[in-house]
């Protein structure tokens, strides 16, 4: 679970880009949202643009392009990435304006919580909420242990 303006969750997003380059096949990554709005006051605007990008079909394209701009979060530039990554820009707008994906990140909030998720970034491996460090090796040995007992 992550919050697009956490510090930690930007260290995260590129270690986990690299688990991916190393796991491939063998790993699904899945991102729910957890805006952390008390601290992060753009961090659900931003999850609200990863959601309406998503609707058109750019979810994970919206996904990277927050966690590499996360100085870019304000509402009124949440509008550039739209643009850069060739949305239907009106549509995307309008969804923002009326808070059309709000419901779906509260919903997502809601299953953190009752996961036990308490901050960001929260990992789960196989549904197991992963309480150690996040760093590349940690996570690798984690995933591969899971999928050995998977395949046990």
């Not at 729910?32 to 079909?57: C, D, S, W």
């Not at 990435?81 to 309008?94: K, N, Q």
């Not at 953190?112 to 196989?126: A, C, E, K």
């Amino acid at each position: 679970m992550g919050d697009y303006q956490c510090p930690y969750c930007g260290e995260a997003y590129y270690v986990i880009k690299d688990v991916q380059r190393q796991m491939g096949d063998n790993m699904r990554f899945v991102f729910r949202n957890f805006p952390l709005t008390t601290i992060h006051p753009y961090a659900e605007p931003a999850a609200e643009a990863a959601e309406a990008a998503g609707a058109q079909g750019k979810f994970w394209e919206m996904h990277d392009y927050l966690y590499e701009h996360q100085s870019e979060l304000d509402p009124e530039q949440l509008i550039a990435p739209g643009t850069i990554l060739r949305l239907d820009v009106r549509r995307y707008a309008e969804d923002l304006i009326r808070h059309a994906y709000a419901e779906r990140i509260r919903e997502d909030i809601l299953s953190g919580v009752l996961s036990g998720v308490t901050g960001t970034p929260t990992f789960f491996i196989n549904g197991v909420r992963h309480d150690g460090l996040y760093d590349f090796d940690t996570l690798v040995r984690a995933i591969n242990a899971h999928l050995k007992q998977r395949a046990a």
